[in-house]
């Protein structure tokens, strides 16, 4: 696994897909909830009037025919035709494309978006994301991420249309499956764009060197590593990797497992309270349930006891 691909662990679509509305302006539809990542893109031909994002921190986004915008919660937004628009703001949630809204639900009557030149036909796909591993991807993303169409989330997209015009059985994993997809490919397409500032671990996994020592680390973090072990696997002195390593990612190898084991332990901590103090530990690559208490609270500033009591009062 690499250390992008790790970020997802807990990003996945279940039964998100809760929205495919056929628009016509005037059209404001607000998204309530929330959301920790709401996927929104339109289907349809070039002539499809599209519309705009409006979130609530931050500026309005064009989004056109085979455009994809993601916006990170949790604040909401309004999906509207035009900036000015004179349609009343429709409350949406889970169910946002009920019939009386001008859509349908998302289990039955998918609109064709090529059925209706005229029209937007918006997909919407929210994300729960929770936890301390999906808190890295957050805060690795703007609170409006625009990707534009051309690149490879066009083919996605293509099955995506395919598959919302039809109703057939397994409908709704195949468009989970789509929309995971789109939503790595946006995030991809983000930060490879021209002039980005991409997180430092996206710039470096594509270093020949700090690239294999970072997919060592997340295939294996609870290995016994060193940095001499991890530069004799990578097949690289020792001062090579160090120093390229630190250069890439502002701080030593070692010193990332450590913070990546960590947070590997904060979500064992709250998600598995059946799991013991030393388990985790070891889990993670400690032996010594008392180093792992150690370096925990040397990281995260309290200890993984009072962390999970804590985290259970939340």
Known sequence: MDAFGDLFRGVRAHGSLFGSSLLTPPWSLHFVDGAPLTLCTVLGTPSSPGGWIVPEHGAPQRLDSYETVVVRGPGTFTFVDALDTAAEPIACGEFCATAEQGGTRHRRGWADPGSHSSATTLIVGSYPAKGEISRRLLEALPVVMHVGAGGTGDAVLDHLAE??????????????????????????????????????????????????ALRLLHDDPAAPWTVATLAERVGVSRSTLAKRFTELMDEAPLTYLTHWRMTLAMDLLTDHPALSIAQVGRAVGYTDPFAFSAAFKRVRGVNPRDFRREAARA
Do not use: S, Y
């Not at 929309?179 to 997180?199: Q, S, Y």
């Open 163 to 212: 598959e919302v015009a039809v109703d057939v059985p397994g409908q709704q994993v195949v468009l989970d499956r789509l929309l995971d997809w789109m939503l790595v490919c946006t995030i991809r397409g983000w930060f490879d764009r021209p002039g980005g500032e991409p997180p430092t671990w996206w710039v470096a996994q594509r270093d020949p060197v700090v690239g294999d």
